[in-house]
């Protein structure tokens, strides 16, 4: 009986390894300049952080006392979806700075994320300036506007910027209250900033939204001082 020659078998990564040559011969391409590096360059969050962030803010550092002690309560509640997953925001508490225009509420927000970061935490974050986001959901043909609101209402980490600068009507006092009212609710932190001050949010925000923010979050009143007018002046 004539017994039938076989190739020997490779068995897993062998096997696997010995199809990659056979497909890089075909291709006339050298093996060596394919390998996958063995230890490839570690993964850095900040390097993708400024692709989110405005220019002017990208290099933002968080310096006052109280946006510090938020993000340590922020970076602290952080959880992990699975068993050995990193770590996400996911709750924490909202904070509200109040102060004139050009005081650094705006930057402190933007160097708050990146001290989360900094941190070793994930962050899926928005950024809005209330005006933008009364333009944004304006009704109007083609957008779906309750869409929209639903998806800044349920992102993990918003700052919303300039609330009460636009102007008030019934119509963006019910979205400022809907999209504070769910952030209130599922208990998902919020920086906001604003240039009134807090003793005047209620006649210019409505009873509504001025109730929740002083149950969410915490205020911080920051020096009447424009400090990009001071640079100017120095």
């Not at 927000?109 to 300036?129: F, I, K």
Request: some cysteine.
């Amino acid at each position: 009986m004539r017994t039938r020659h076989r190739e020997p078998q490779l068995l897993g990564n062998e096997a696997t390894l010995e199809r990659m040559a056979r497909i890089l011969a075909a291709r006339n391409i050298d093996p060596a300049a394919a390998a996958i590096p063995d230890d490839p360059e570690p993964f850095n969050p900040l390097d993708t952080l400024p692709a989110g962030m405005p220019p002017r803010y990208q290099a933002a550092v968080a310096g006052h006392p109280t946006v510090l002690d938020w993000v340590r309560e922020v970076s602290e509640a952080a959880v992990a979806p699975s068993r050995g997953a990193r770590r996400q925001v996911a709750t924490g508490p909202s904070l509200l700075m109040a102060g004139v225009v050009g005081a650094g509420k705006t930057y402190q927000a933007y160097g708050a994320v990146r001290a989360l970061v900094q941190s070793g935490v994930g962050v899926r974050w928005r950024a809005t300036t209330a005006a933008d986001l009364y333009a944004d959901l304006r009704p109007r043909p083609g957008v779906d506007s309750e869409r929209e609101l639903a998806a800044v209402s349920r992102c993990p980490l918003l700052i919303l910027d300039d609330l009460g600068a636009a102007k008030a009507s019934e119509w963006t006092e019910e979205v400022t209250y809907r999209l504070i009212n769910r952030r209130y609710n599922y208990e998902l932190p919020t920086l906001i900033t604003t240039n009134l001050r807090i003793s005047d949010l209620r006649s210019y925000l409505g009873d509504r939204v001025a109730s929740r923010l002083a149950q969410m979050t915490t205020r911080v009143e920051f020096e009447s001082v424009d400090l990009r007018r001071h640079s100017a002046a120095t």
